[in-house]
């Protein structure tokens, strides 16, 4: 199972960056994909999370406007478009399987940096 995040770096305040997870090794459209994200010294915050037919989103308060989450179940990929970033987007991010089956496990990525500097 493997849980492969892409896409993080260095950008300047307003800009954009399109973050990717790759999954494989479990049955991806039977997971909620979410995005979480934590800046140093701070706990883990969901930033985002699509059901897994992808037909209901939800966003943390922060990146409403701003970031859009959406899935290819044909690729078992998840993305995270985050357009007018700002430093406080800056974190470590994380692609995260939520089993829409009870009793399936839950998965983990390895996360991607994003830091907004000028």
């Known amino acids: 199972v493997q849980l492969v995040e892409s896409g993080g770096g260095l950008v300047q305040p307003g800009g954009s960056l399109r973050l990717s997870c790759a999954a494989s090794g479990f049955a991806f459209s039977t997971y909620h994909m979410n995005w979480f994200r934590q800046a140093p010294g701070k706990g883990r915050e969901r930033v985002a999370v699509?059901?897994?037919?992808?037909?209901?989103?939800n966003y943390a308060d922060s990146v409403k406007g701003r970031f859009t989450i959406s899935r290819d179940n044909n690729k078992s990929t998840v993305y995270l478009q985050m357009n007018n970033l700002k430093p406080e987007d800056t974190a470590e991010y994380y692609c995260y399987a939520a089993p829409a089956r009870a009793n399936d496990p839950d998965y983990w990525g390895q996360g991607t940096q994003v830091t907004v500097s000028s």
């Open positions: 699509i059901n897994y037919l992808g037909r209901s989103t």
